[in-house]
């Protein structure tokens, strides 16, 4: 026998919650989401480049991304805690990413990599005989480890694959055999496409489309080993989902924006679908609120949530700086965007980037508030301050020389009448 509030708990609440799409799946690490603004956005991202963390949805977008924030070297960390409403301190979950963004690196093409490790915590397992008595203890936990890369083209189309190690380990050294965890590999592939239009140096308009499929070609795992006699297998199928959606931001000089956001997955093992609607309100370049909601077509469930964030990015302050000043003083506006001149002629750009999210959910309308109150945090730094380091550098080709008529050029370079 198993003894575990945590792990029990967990598997309740996922069997009895509709619209949760991994109720009838194994290692649901792999399609747990990570990201406090992702998460305060209805759970959304396949077609989003807000930060770093929507490479969970969409390798894709690594290398927007990177170009949206002029960052080159970016670290994060999320967590949060599962189920308050349990009150089980065992419960949690946590990410810890680190992404590499190079602009330019062939004629028109950027790139991104990530690599991320997302761990979902169950708390100490108890094993007992019939009689109570203990009989060995054990840690339970899932980890899936993901490397990613994304290839952004005229930035406009981008492609982008992620391979995701997983480790499930719910009952380790259970039974005869020292079942009780499962290994495997599988893959996310997306595609996202963007466009930006800006209209009288003013007003950017940035639509954007995004599809993504989640873990495949591995389609289930076994945490029973299969005697081999034995006819019926053991697999549990893994959590292969389909996602697509679009949003579209409207931002005004970099001061006031807005964006909306409107995705829907489906869950293959489940065949159900999950609708995730979200609206992001920027006010000023330092800060931004979060509304967001996560609804399955049928009505069974639904859950809203909301959050904020905050963010200090040099480059971005810089750049509202200099179209603000251009409307009124275009001298003065080019003096201080001459700020990164100075670093141009050394392929160049100094900036310093801090993010950090929060998002909190709640349950209106339902009877039992299991998630409400479940808050999530990350935080965001830069690591490398000087951008644009790999950028590739382009020749410039020096203007033609202009001689009076009566002088020639002899081919030593010597000036002749």
């Known amino acids: 026998m198993i003894r575990t509030l945590a792990l029990l708990s967990f598997v309740v609440f996922l069997w009895t919650t509709p619209g949760m799409c991994v109720g009838k799946t194994s290692v649901i690490t792999l399609v747990f989401p990570v990201g406090a603004e992702n998460c305060g956005l209805g759970e959304s991202g396949v077609s989003l480049a807000e930060n770093v963390f929507s490479v969970f949805w969409n390798p894709a977008s690594l290398p927007a991304v990177g170009d949206r924030n002029s960052v080159q070297l970016l670290y994060a960390r999320f967590y949060e805690p599962i189920l308050p409403a349990f009150g089980i301190t065992d419960l949690w979950h946590a990410d810890t990413l680190e992404a590499v963004f190079l602009s330019n690196v062939a004629d028109h093409f950027d790139v991104g990599f990530a690599h991320h490790i997302n761990f979902l915590n169950f708390g100490e397992n108890?094993?007992?005989?019939?009689?109570?008595?203990?009989?060995?203890?054990?840690?339970?936990?899932?980890?899936?480890?993901?490397?990613?890369?994304?290839?952004?083209?005229?930035?406009?189309?981008?492609?982008?694959?992620?391979?995701?190690?997983?480790?499930?380990?719910?009952?380790?050294?259970?039974?005869?055999?020292?079942?009780?965890?499962?290994?495997?590999?599988?893959?996310?592939?997306?595609?996202?496409?963007?466009?930006?239009?800006?209209?009288?140096?003013?007003?950017?308009?940035?639509?954007?489309?995004?599809?993504?499929?989640?873990?495949?070609?591995?389609?289930?795992?076994?945490?029973?080993?299969?005697?081999?006699?034995?006819?019926?297998?053991?697999?549990?199928?893994?959590?292969?989902?389909?996602?697509?959606?679009?949003?579209?931001?409207?931002?005004?000089?970099?001061?006031?924006?807005?964006?909306?956001?409107?995705?829907?997955?489906?869950?293959?093992?489940?065949?159900?679908?999950?609708?995730?609607?979200?609206?992001?309100?920027?006010?000023?370049?330092?800060?931004?609120?979060?509304?967001?909601?996560?609804?399955?077509?049928?009505?069974?469930?639904?859950?809203?949530?909301?959050?904020?964030?905050?963010?200090?990015?040099?480059?971005?302050?810089?750049?509202?700086t200099v179209r603000s000043m251009s409307l009124f003083n275009s001298e003065l506006a080019d003096k201080v965007g001459g700020i990164n001149d100075l670093f141009a002629k050394y392929h160049l750009r100094p900036n310093f980037f801090f993010e950090h999210a929060e998002s909190e959910i709640f349950e209106p309308g339902q009877t039992e508030l299991v998630r409400t109150g479940q808050k999530r945090e990350d935080n965001t730094v830069d690591k490398l301050t000087l951008r644009d380091v790999f950028r590739k550098r382009e020749k410039e080709e020096a203007p033609e020389r202009q001689l009076p008529e009566n002088v020639i050029e002899e081919e030593d370079g010597e000036l002749v009448q």
Do not use: C
């Open 126 to 320: 108890t094993w007992t005989d019939d009689l109570g008595n203990e009989l060995g203890k054990a840690e339970s936990f899932e980890v899936v480890e993901t490397f990613a890369m994304g290839l952004r083209y005229r930035d406009m189309v981008s492609i982008g694959l992620s391979v995701k190690d997983f480790d499930s380990r719910l009952a380790p050294g259970f039974g005869p055999e020292g079942d009780g965890t499962a290994q495997g590999q599988v893959l996310d592939f997306g595609l996202r496409l963007e466009k930006r239009f800006r209209i009288a140096d003013i007003l950017d308009i940035h639509p954007a489309f995004g599809f993504a499929v989640h873990s495949f070609p591995q389609d289930s795992t076994d945490y029973i080993q299969n005697d081999t006699t034995d006819t019926v297998s053991n697999a549990d199928p893994l959590p292969l989902e389909r996602w697509y959606g679009g949003s579209i931001a409207a931002d005004l000089l970099g001061l006031f924006g807005v964006t909306y956001v409107k995705e829907r997955s489906y869950s293959v093992v489940e065949h159900e679908f999950i609708d995730h609607e979200g609206y992001k309100v920027k006010i000023t370049p330092f800060f931004a609120i979060l509304r967001g909601s996560m609804e399955d077509p049928a009505g069974q469930r639904s859950e809203e949530s909301e959050g904020f964030v905050f963010r200090f990015n040099f480059q971005e302050v810089l750049d509202v």
